[in-house]
């Protein structure tokens, strides 16, 4: 049995839990570093919300900052992530068995039970 650290797996998914962290997470997907003022930009919120929400992001191991003179950078960080999605999988084989059940089972319903005609004898309401 897969054994996950709980208090990691649990910072993780409260990190991931708000838009905007996954917005900011978003944003630093496709860029080496983005300093805080640039990641904030888009946001209608105050510097000192966004801060907040990055606290939470560099808390949980998504983000790592560095500050060059008066200038903090942020890069983002998914080795966190990689738990995440390994105990989403457990989840993932679990729904896809369920489907492909029913995918199965609606197929079977959709087959025919023999031939038009019901098998033998004459079609009904046609006497002979």
């Known amino acids: ?11 993780t998914f409260s990190a991931l839990s708000d838009p905007t962290r996954r917005a900011l ?3 630093l997907e496709g860029e080496d570093a983005l300093s805080v003022s640039e990641l904030a930009q888009p946001f209608a919120m105050s510097l000192p919300a966004v801060m907040k ?3 939470v992001l560099s808390d949980a191991g998504l983000i790592t900052r560095t500050k060059t003179g008066r200038t903090v950078s ?3 960080n998914a ?3 990689e738990e995440a999605m390994g105990w989403l999988a457990r989840y993932q084989r679990f729904w896809t068995q369920r489907l492909d ?3 199965a089972m609606l197929n079977a319903r959709r087959r025919p039970s023999g ?3 019901g098998g033998h004898g004459t079609p009904e309401g046609g006497g002979a």
Do not use: G, I
């Not at 049995?1 to 709980?6: A, G, H, L, R």
């Open 53 to 55: 929400h990055l606290d």
């Open 79 to 81: 080795d966190p992530m």
């Open 25 to 27: 997470l978003a944003r």
């Open 115 to 117: 031939s038009t005609s």
């Open 101 to 103: 059940a029913l995918e």
């Open 1 to 11: 049995m897969v054994k996950f650290q709980e208090t990691q797996l649990d910072r």
């Open 74 to 76: 942020c890069r983002l």
